[in-house]
């Protein structure tokens, strides 16, 4: 099996933009050439292809991308057995993103033929941060993730406590609200193995990340039947009869039949770096946003300051318009894929999540602004009968004392009493209503 993939995260660069000249000369800025960037717009709507390679002076409305290539050859220990298994570390990839969020990428080349070595060394990249005893991962670790956790330290990474470069557990501060990377992988198989093995078994196998063969019914580990289906169902491109692709909620994978290295590049630049990384991060500002509004529009919204909550929704409303693309190319097929990417990392649930607190925040202020008008009509009300009520019992009085020709206290003091009783009276009725 020749397999490519690409470990991925981001998070949020809390001291703004990185100096790259200054953490690493390796790193050097992706510009498309004007004919690159053409033939770019004829497959792909204009302002997705120029958001995914931004070249604007407006910092919310691409990703600048930067590149190293690592160029290293290593081996990494197998866990389960000790075999030692080959892996070339290509291009390292940081973007940022607009609303300060930085994106990266690791791309490691992998050729063996023992997939379930492949799956578990795999794994242990997915999840670094757990093997802070393995030495077997220091060099990759070096190689690959230390250049990407300078770029975060750039950004602000020391406020956060316990940040440690030379330590693979801090590896946690570059992914957020998750407890390890994405994965994008592409894997071509020879054609015996193509013809007659079971490619959707495969498939789950490696979308899943278990161990060849565990999609057998007589396995105590295996998924369910019906699991099985939802999940193929839901996740699975098969357009083409040369590959097929399984979509999950923190890996896409793409099996081919001996796919040839001009194809493959392809589909890395495509949709890997456009459209897996794209909605990558519409995922983790979407997810973050969520937190945020949990955070300032909990049970204690009435004694929120609304600005902050004003801030918010503003914010959504600019990335709606700027980083949200309703179709992305001109074809079926990049359309089809970058929809259930999309689906797969759950994002219309986080829009879904995130348009009901806004709605629920705005029938609050909705609520209060009607509570505040109802008090001072309340108060304007009042105002009105007592001014009328004083002027009738003047009247009274005056009559009164026209008639009788001597002033009466009394009628003043029931002119207090009534216009006390009606007051509390409406107070009363008005507090009923607003509760």
Same mark, same amino acid.
């Given at each position: ?9 981001? #998070? ?5 933009? &990185?100096? #790259? ?7 050097? *800025? ?5 004919? $690159? ?35 290293? !050859?290593? /081996?990494?220990?197998? *866990? &389960? ?46 999840? %670094? ?6 030495? +077997? ?23 956060? @406590? ?84 399984? $979509? ?9 039949? /001996? ?78 894929? @970058? ?16 348009? !009901? ?11 209060? +602004? ?15 009968? +007592? ?33 006390? %009783? ?6 009363? +009725? ?6």
């Amino acid at each position: 099996m020749v397999y490519t993939g690409f470990i991925c995260g981001g #998070f949020t660069a809390v001291g703004g933009d &990185s100096n #790259f000249e200054n953490i690493d000369a390796r790193w050097q *800025p992706v510009v498309k050439s004007a004919e $690159a960037r053409a033939a770019g717009h004829r497959l792909y709507v204009s302002e997705f292809y120029d958001f995914c390679y931004h070249r604007g002076k407006d910092r919310n409305t691409g990703l600048r991308r930067y590149s190293m290539d690592a160029n290293a !050859d290593i /081996e990494i220990t197998v *866990p &389960s057995n000790g075999h030692k298994l080959p892996l070339h570390i290509g291009e390292l990839e940081v973007s940022h993103a607009p609303f300060s969020v930085v994106l990266f990428s690791v791309r490691f080349d992998i050729d063996t033929d023992n997939i379930d070595d492949l799956i578990e060394v795999v794994n242990k990249f997915r999840y %670094v941060s757990l093997y802070v005893n393995d030495r +077997s991962l220091d060099e990759f670790f070096s190689i690959a993730i230390t250049p990407i956790m300078k770029v975060y330290a750039s950004c602000g990474a020391y406020r956060e @406590h316990g940040f440690n470069i030379e330590d693979p557990a801090s590896c946690k501060y570059l992914v957020e609200n998750t407890n390890k990377f994405r994965l994008f992988q592409i894997a071509s198989v020879d054609n015996d193995l193509w013809v007659n093995g079971d490619t959707d078994h495969i498939l789950f196998e490696l979308g899943s990340m278990s161990r060849i063969g565990v999609v057998n019914p007589n396995d105590l580990f295996s998924p369910s039947k019906d699991y099985f289906q939802r999940t193929m169902e839901a996740g699975r491109i098969d357009i083409f009869n040369n590959w097929k692709g399984l $979509a999950l909620y923190d890996t896409f994978t793409m099996l081919g039949h /001996e796919v040839s290295k001009e194809i493959r590049e392809y589909w890395i630049e495509c949709n890997f770096k456009m459209l897996y990384m794209s909605q990558m991060f519409v995922k983790i500002y979407l997810t973050r946003l969520n937190k945020n509004f949990r955070m300032y529009l909990g049970d204690n919204y009435l004694k929120l300051n609304r600005n902050v909550a004003n801030k918010l929704q503003n914010r959504y409303d600019e990335f709606d318009c700027k980083c949200w693309f309703d179709t992305v190319a001109y074809s079926k097929l990049p359309c089809e894929i @970058h929809a259930i990417m999309g689906s797969s990392m759950e994002i219309a649930i986080e829009k879904e999540r995130l348009y !009901d607190k806004i709605m629920r925040q705005n029938l609050k202020r909705e609520k209060l +602004s009607d509570q505040r008008m109802n008090k001072l009509l309340f108060f304007m009300t009042m105002l009105a009968m +007592s001014s009328a009520i004083w002027d009738a019992c003047c009247l009274v009085e005056g009559m009164y004392e026209l008639t009788m020709h001597e002033s009466q206290v009394f009628i003043r003091i029931v002119t207090y009493v009534v216009l006390f %009783v009606i007051f509390i009276v409406m107070f009363l +009725s008005n507090r009923r209503s607003n509760d």
